[in-house]
């Protein structure tokens, strides 16, 4: 769906998702204007070198006025301190430059299925209560909380584990029997292409009139555990299987409201995911 290029979207966090939803906007004909602590070059994007933890660097971004605000920033470190600065403080601090837009539509902040403390079987939605058991998954839901404040619709979208390109660590793992977790426990992911898919879908809808829920988890369509995913991989790179332990620990997680708003993922299992990457590496091997 293309759109009039005089609408704003803001993307605060050009890291590896920001960056991949600024690319499919911009392809879409939305005028895009990214946040990011250093210089960065991304085609088509008006970069605004600003830190969220410094409010007075933000100033810039009180003339903007987008349509779409993106909130999606990473902690620089897994800590509390680092989690509060980076996703509380953080947006409250950008939320405060647009006290006086008008024209800002729907805010989306791209939280974490860290807020999901529990271990269970039973598969979750977002219907199910957000239980953090650690600091992370605390400050993750008090920013989810910040949105309530606002006068515009807002959504929590809670990721699942990203993977993708340069995100290799289980294709890492699987190569290193020895270094497998002892624990199999059960375990989420989202293919990051399909993540910045799914925030680009959102907001048409939005500039198409629709609503969008307050929160969706995002995350593929097969809960896993981590020793079914590091066997197949070990395997497709000639490594020998382990033997699979009992599931122990970690959650299952349902994506039925994300697929319910008419989104396809491309990579729908770990299996699809992960053989593209493969492949991606054979061929990067091949022409090197």
Known sequence: MASDTTTKVLIIGCGDLGAAVAQQLVQSGFQIIGVRRNAFV??????????????????????????????????????????????????????????????????????????????????????????????????????????????CHATALRLSGIYGPGRLRMINLAQSPERWPRQNSWSNRIYRDDAAAFIVLLIQQVLAGDTP?????????????????????????????????????????????????????????YQAGYQALLLNDLTADAIS
């Not at 033997?243 to 729908?268: C, D, H």
Request: glycine residues 6%; charged residues 15%; negative net charge.
């Open 42 to 151: 991304i085609d088509g994007v008006l970069m605004i070198q600003a830190d969220v933890t410094q409010p007075a660097t933000l100033e810039p971004l009180r003339a903007i006025q987008p349509e779409i605000l993106v909130y999606c920033v990473a902690a620089n470190a897994q800590t509390d301190v680092a989690y509060k600065a980076a996703y509380v403080d953080g947006l409250r601090n950008v939320l405060a430059t647009q006290v006086k837009n008008t024209y800002l539509k729907h805010v989306f902040f791209v939280s974490s299925t860290r807020v999901y403390g529990q271990n269970t079987d039973t598969l979750l939605d977002e219907s199910v209560l957000a239980i953090p058991a650690d600091f992370g998954g605390e400050r993750l839901l008090e920013a989810e909380n910040l949105l309530q404040t606002l006068a």
């Open 213 to 269: 829920q307050p929160c969706y988890i995002v995350t593929d369509s097969q809960p896993v555990t981590q020793y079914e995913v590091l066997n197949w991989i070990a395997v497709k790179l000639g490594v020998a299987s382990q033997i699979i332990p009992a599931a122990e620990g970690g959650k299952r997680l349902s994506n039925q409201a994300m697929l319910a708003t008419g989104f396809q993922l491309q990579y729908p299992t």
